[in-house]
């Protein structure tokens, strides 16, 4: 059974089928609920990465109102940080009442205290308290989707729909599927992100994804004739399809795939019998929130708030910081090879 926590009403669930059962229950109708927050990311997170979590449960008459998942990263390169949610999109507390989330926002500042962390981050999809700093950086872009796709389809602004039709012109398919298509995936995820300097998770974190959440996770690869040149990795959560990952080769920018690969992962929710499709999350400003709206796409402000044990100034750990943008480079310059083996090394450490 969960351990009581000193905080009154608020408890700390371990890894046992009746507690992933009733936190997983909540969520189904929780306010600000989101595919990053379900309980069987506990153990992803801790056998894969070996990080310690701590998933906080808020309880009344033996009835769960709240939670809220966090994990502890201690890096020898980035300090030791707590957050919630690491390598994803976003996570933060889900409550019912702001009494509640106030209260679990608190104890994880304990807990980030008592463990030594240089920072507690909460990425999520509001401010959920007023008194910890944050950062704007990231939007949420979500597409309404339709029981017909050709109703998003004859939506779409007429240049859109042409290049999405030259797409296809250029022999350009999609595939879509399961465990089949990890090793598809995960070699062209390695050329994406080394080109992008950013290491690599190793492939089984990934296995462990799709063992987990079995048909909550779909598979995209587009192919040019009979070569993969760019994928997706998608998530399913109550009537949400979760764009997780996406990338290709060089090959695939320049032929503009992702027209194609989108709007067949569009259609695919569509007849699926989804209500909505998360994009994912972009930085403000970029090519990939343009790329996203073009779907006509709604965009929502994410917050990254901190809890700053010392005072100090929230950090800038982002792909924007000067400080990171040599070794970025660096990266992108290494052997395939090397970045395939050295990456999963790195990026248990960098959230």
């Known amino acids: 059974m969960a351990e009581q926590t000193s905080t009154a009403g608020i408890q700390l669930f371990e890894n046992n089928p009746q507690n992933q059962g ?53 890096s020898h390169i980035f300090g030791h940080i707590l957050c919630s949610m690491p390598f994803v999109n976003f996570g933060g507390p889900s409550a019912d009442n702001e009494f509640t989330e106030q209260s679990l926002v608190e104890r994880a500042c304990s807990i980030a205290r008592e463990e030594s962390a240089d920072y507690l981050e909460i990425r999520g999809l509001h401010i959920c308290s007023g008194d910890l700093p944050s950062s704007e950086h990231k939007i949420s872009l979500t597409l309404s989707l339709a029981d017909d796709p050709d109703e998003l389809w004859n939506a779409f602004k007429s240049k859109h729909r042409t290049n999405i039709r030259r797409v296809y012109k250029n022999h350009v398919r999609v595939k879509s599927g399961q465990v089949e298509l990890l090793d598809t995936f995960y070699d062209l995820m390695c050329h994406s992100w080394r080109s992008l300097g950013t290491p690599i998770y190793r492939k089984s974190y990934f296995q462990s994804i799709l063992d987990t959440f079995g048909d909550k996770i779909r598979i995209f690869v587009a192919y040019q004739g009979d070569t993969p040149v760019a994928t997706a990795f998608n998530g399913h959560f109550n009537a949400t399809v979760e764009g997780m990952w996406a990338g290709g080769l060089p090959e695939a920018r320049k032929l503009q795939v992702n027209y194609v690969l989108y709007w067949e992962m569009i259609k695919d929710a569509c007849e699926r019998g989804f209500s909505s499709y998360h994009l994912g999350r972009s930085t403000v400003e970029t090519g990939g929130e343009s790329f996203k709206k073009k779907w006509n796409a709604e965009s929502r402000q994410l917050y990254w708030q901190y809890f700053m044990p010392d005072n100090t100034e929230i950090p800038q750990l982002n792909t924007n910081n000067p400080r990171y943008q040599i070794a970025i480079n660096f990266w992108r310059k290494l052997p395939l090879g090397v970045t395939r083996f050295l990456g999963p090394l790195l990026s248990r450490s960098i959230p």
């Open 22 to 74: 009733a936190w997983n229950r909540f969520l189904q109708h929780g306010k600000n609920a989101n595919f990053y927050q379900l309980f069987e990311w506990k153990t992803v997170n801790e056998q894969e990465f070996g990080h310690k979590t701590f998933y906080l449960a808020s309880t009344e008459d033996n009835t769960i109102n709240g939670v809220f998942p966090l994990v502890l990263i201690r």
